[in-house]
T-cell receptor, first 113, second 113 residues
Framework: GDSVTQMEGPVTLSEEAFLTINCTYT??????LFWYVQYPGEGLQLLLK?????DKGSNKGFEATYRKETTSFHLEKGSVQVSDSAVYFC????????????FGKGTLLTVNP | DARVTQTPRHKVTEMGQEVTMRCQPI?????VFWYRQTMMQGLELLAY????????DSGMPKDRFSAEMPDATLATLKIQPSEPRDSAVYFC???????????FGPGTRLTVT
């Protein structure tokens, strides 16, 4: 079945540091890929998405590129802020008539001033 | 700014009591999902609906959990009887046919003592 593997956290960075959170997936077809973010005490919010190979999703300074050859969708940001502290989830959807999302376990990011 | 709403936000109850959680999906969305989040298990899909019809509830303990959509503006998740192991945050999410991203509500934090 489908699966998503994220790097284990927690990740602790200083403000303005470069961020990478690794995500790899296993899927039988051509899934859509997503990054969601969960701030403390809140629900998950869609951060960015990519629907086909080589697509780059971007939002709020975060980027991720759909790499079919390496089955990866790594999240990056050039300069993190304290306000980026949250849990980040990588997810995939097989698409078609299947609307289920398969989530990774989440990576806790803490950014210190 | 359309949002998924959930009530109550917090619920504390005693073991054996019935618990009902409610969700109002975003107007026009026709897929609704229920998730449970715990530290140990992460994010688990319990059930989901399309056009108010249940499509998959394989993640839900059938003997005590039930999920329904009485109309397009209301989804309910009921636990009867509740047990301490049901303590978790329960999220509702909605989406629309043709898109695969999901929009999450703020969650109901359930504590069963």
């Amino acid at each position: 079945g489908d699966s998503v593997t994220q790097m284990e956290g927690p990740v602790t960075l200083s403000e303005e540091a470069f961020l990478t959170i690794n995500c790899t997936y296993t899927a039988t077809g051509y899934p859509s890929l997503f990054w969601y973010v969960q701030y403390p005490g809140e629900g998950l919010q869609l951060l960015l998405k990519a629907t086909k190979a080589d697509d780059k999703g971007s939002n709020k300074g975060f980027e991720a590129t759909y790499r079919k050859e390496t089955t990866s969708f790594h999240l990056e940001k050039g300069s993190v802020q304290v306000s980026d502290s949250a849990v980040y989830f990588c997810a995939l959807s097989e698409g078609g008539s299947n609307y289920k999302l398969t989530f990774g376990k989440g990576t806790l990011l803490t950014v210190n001033p | 700014d359309a949002r998924v709403t959930q009530t109550p936000r917090h619920k504390v109850t005693e073991m054996g009591q019935e618990v009902t959680m409610r969700c109002q999906p975003i107007l026009g969305h026709n897929t609704v999902f229920w998730y449970r989040q715990t530290m140990m298990q992460g994010l688990e899909l319990l059930a989901y609906f399309r056009n108010r019809a249940p499509l998959d509830d394989s993640g839900m303990p059938k003997d005590r959990f039930s999920a329904e959509m009485p109309d397009a503006t209301l989804a309910t998740l009921k636990i009867q009887p509740s047990e301490p192991r049901d303590s978790a945050v329960y999220f509702c999410a909605s989406g629309f046919l043709g898109g695969h991203e999901q929009y999450f509500g703020p969650g109901t934090r359930l504590t069963v003592t």
